[in-house]
């Protein structure tokens, strides 16, 4: 017998440097690859049960991915099931014509990759080991391998960019012709080493992300690509060839549906319990090596914590969140109230619920005004 769950993520933590800001689970460097594949395959056999015999998404994060052994990651590649979509993050500087003839052989067909900014200054601040140059080679690495579904992760609000620095990354981003762009603020997490280094700059930042949310939107949206959720944005109609180009993978996070997270640090949500393994390595590893599930962090998930789960999520994509099940997370008096001053609309006598344009500008403000 089957599982239900139809979207398994897997954790790869190697990267080649930590950039200040990041607060992910990786190691820089390290000589266990092989090991932690040996670790992952091992976790996904103890956990096949859970899975669906047909995939929807596979999504391999990090860390970088694509800095993992060569070796290492054919062989996790060649070992996984078959999805419909499958992802991989790549920083560009790891990008090579032969990595990404590999990832196209073994089934990737979307590949997510971390160009950040093509200001050099920008880069530079970020700590990213690529500079422009490298996301431009490796876009048409891709491109020559065939690798049709394509992601730009682009960042704002970095200490020292302006406006016009914006303006250039997004134009350069689109020069590329990516199917898929994600754009994110700044989260420097306090504690982390970028925060000591650029804390009056990241205020004043701060106080400028608004514009930079808007000028982000305004100008993806005028170049033809749909933003279908807070932070991300697609290629539509005619462009996109008959396809959904949205990231089905993170669209399964978005609606509530449940999904296995293999590797360290990796979450799981399935049948109302959300686990996160152990983000130590040596653990993992050896829990795995005698045949025992790693070490996990359980949260039960009550009815109440899932629906407003549902609708926080749910209210960042463009399309109307269906009510019904969910009457008791959503006060409606105040969708009314937020309707008459344009940032909600209510659907078919409030069965469906979403945020205006301007309500998705204020995004997280609106959202917690609607939750009961």
């Not at 594949?37 to 015999?53: F, P």
């Not at 690798?147 to 620095?165: H, T």
């Not at 994509?317 to 344009?342: I, K, W």
């Not at 659907?347 to 204020?362: D, E, P, Y």
């Amino acid at each position: 017998m089957s599982g239900h769950v139809r979207h398994l993520y897997l954790h790869l933590p190697f990267c080649a440097h930590r950039c200040g800001y990041c607060d992910f689970v990786t190691i820089v460097g390290g000589s266990e690859h092989g090991a932690y594949v040996d670790g992952l395959l091992a976790e996904l056999q103890l956990e096949r049960a859970s899975l669906h015999v047909e995939l929807d998404t596979i999504f391999l994060g990090g860390g970088t991915p694509t800095f993992t052994e060569p070796r290492a990651l054919e062989r996790l590649l060649r070992a996984l099931p078959a999805a419909r979509e499958v992802t991989v993050e790549a920083n560009p500087e790891t990008v090579t014509p032969e990595l990404a003839s590999l990832l196209v052989d073994y089934g990737v067909n979307r590949v997510s990759l971390g160009a950040q900014s093509f200001q050099s200054h920008v880069l530079r601040t970020l700590e990213r080991v690529a500079g422009p140059d490298d996301v431009r080679r490796a876009v048409y690495a891709l491109r020559v391998a065939n690798v049709d579904n394509l992601s730009l992760d682009l960042i704002y609000g970095v200490p020292g960019q302006s406006p016009s620095d914006l303006e250039a990354d997004l134009r350069e981003a689109l020069v590329l012709e990516p199917e898929h762009l994600s754009c994110y603020e700044l989260e420097a997490k306090p504690g982390t080493r970028f925060t000591h280094a650029h804390g009056s700059e990241l205020l004043r930042q701060a106080d400028a992300m608004e514009g930079y949310f808007e000028q982000v939107v305004r100008q993806l949206t005028a170049a033809g690509y749909r933003w279908y959720e807070t932070a991300n944005f697609c290629l539509t109609g005619e462009r996109a060839h008959g396809r959904d180009l949205r990231a089905q993978h993170n669209l399964g996070y978005w609606s509530g549906r449940d999904y296995l997270g293999l590797g360290i640090g990796a979450v799981s949500t399935i049948d109302g319990e959300r686990r996160r393994n152990t983000p130590r390595l040596a653990v993992y590893l050896r829990s795995l090596a005698d045949g025992r599930r790693p070490p996990r962090d359980l949260e039960a998930l009550t009815a109440e914590v899932r629906k407003r789960e549902r609708v926080m999520l749910g209210l960042r994509l463009d399309e109307p969140l269906v009510l019904e099940g969910m009457e008791d997370a959503v006060d409606l008096e105040a969708a009314r109230r937020l309707e008459r001053s344009g940032l909600t609309r209510l659907g078919g006598t409030a069965a469906t619920l979403a945020l205006t344009r301007r309500g998705r500008f204020l995004g997280g403000g609106v959202t917690a005004q609607l939750l009961v």
